[in-house]
Structures are given as structure tokens and as C-alpha cells.
């Protein structure tokens, strides 16, 4: 499957976003004792992709851990990253039974990443897509990326790259010729525009 450009409508991926909502919850819910993983059947899930699966509870950020590149098949990769989201980002305690149902859902079908050619910081705020593109930085040991949705927060392209940087490792003034910058499109599909049946009901 291709998903190229700016976020995606998922409407029409309906039957897809809830199959892989589907296996995050299942995967979490297995996790913690409170059901079996589901058997879940899709077309798609057998091609290699590569996705993020980022929780909240009450609107707030919970966990979100991904891949940036297409090393397992989409279903294998949405439920390392469920179980990686829930348990071992390292920003937050180890989801528990008593969150389980009180957090909601969210999976990126990340597209392949286009390398951006960029001069300096001025050229690259002016070719960066607010609202579309999500970016990932590189400078030797340093890497970190914003999803698309992270615009939301952070509008301004300068003010989402000095953040972008900050996550990376480096300081907010950093240039060098040598970062590297590419950018990459979703698709996106969350259990409030998708519900999923909840295991261990």
C-alpha cells in the first residue's frame, strides 16, 4: 500500500483503520491479562510498513512509540509499537490495568520519507508543509521526529523545528550542513472516529 503527500482522509480506509486500532487495543489489553490478542484479518497487514501508535488519556499524551522505516509487516509493526507505547516509552510509567479503558487510540501509516535538499534554516522553514509534513532530523548520534499531528501544537514552522531540535538532542540555534532532514506523510485513523470493540468486556 502507498500513501504518499499530507495526511490522508482514512474514511475510505475504514475497514483498515479499525482492523489495525483493533490489534493495538487487542495487543495492549492481551499485555495485561485482559483478553487474548485478536485474530484479525486484512489485506494489507501482511505488506511491509511502517507506523506509530500513540495513546492519550483525557486528551493528554500517554505513550507513542513508531517506526520510521518498513521492517515488518503492517500488522507485526502496529502491535510492537502498541505494546511499545503502552509499556516502554520511557517518558511514562508502564501502562496499568485501570487505564486500560480510559485511553484512546491512535495509528500513523507513515508513507516513505522524501530527503528535503535544504541550504539552511530559512530554506527549510520556507519548503517545510504546516499541518502536513512530518520531519525527521538527523545530525550524527541525534534523531527525532514530529508526526503531523504535532503541528496542532505547534504551528509556527520555526517554532516546531526549534522543539523538533530540542527533542533531538540539540540546541534550539543548531545548523550544520550536515542535518539531514526528510519528510513523510500519514494516514491516521483514532477509536473515536473508528471504534473498536474492547476486549476483556
Known amino acids: 500500500m502507498s500513501v504518499a503527500g499530507p495526511p490522508q482522509d482514512a474514511r475510505p480506509l475504514g475497514d483498515l483503520g479499525r482492523a489495525l486500532l483493533t490489534i493495538a487495543r487487542s495487543a495492549i489489553g492481551a499485555e495485561l491479562g485482559l483478553g487474548a490478542f485478536a485474530d484479525v484479518s486484512h489485506a494489507e497487514l501482511a505488506r511491509p ?11 493528554e499524551l500517554r505513550g507513542c512509540i513508531g517506526s520510521l522505516e518498513p521492517k515488518r ?35 500513523s ?30 545530525f550524527g548520534g541525534h534523531r527525532a521526529t514530529f508526526l503531523p499531528q504535532v503541528w496542532e501544537a505547534l504551528p509556527e514552522p520555526r517554532e516546531f523545528l526549534t522543539a523538533l531540535k530540542r527533542k533531538a538532542g540539540l540546541a534550539a540555534d543548531f545548523w550544520s550542513p550536515d542535518l539531514n532532514v526528510s519528510r513523510y506523510g500519514v ?7 473508528f471504534p473498536v470493540e474492547r476486549v476483556g468486556r
Not at 49 to 59: K, M, Y
Not at 187 to 193: A, D, L, N, V, Y
Request: glycine share 6%.
Open 187 to 193: 494516514t491516521k485513523w483514532t477509536e473515536r472516529e
Open 73 to 107: 509487516t503492517l500488522g507485526a509493526d502496529v502491535r510492537e509499537n502498541a505494546i511499545g507505547a503502552a509499556f516502554r516509552d520511557p517518558r511514562f510509567a508502564p501502562l496499568e490495568r485501570a487505564e486500560f479503558e480510559r485511553i484512546s487510540i491512535e495509528v
Open 49 to 59: 510498513a511502517a507506523t506509530f501508535v500513540t495513546l492519550r488519556r483525557s486528551g
Open 109 to 138: 501509516l507513515l508513507s516513505a520519507a522524501e530527503r528535503l535538499d535544504v541550504q539552511d534554516e530559512e530554506d527549510l522553514v520556507a519548503q517545510v508543509r504546516p499541518g502536513r509534513d512530518g520531519l525527521v532530523l538527523s
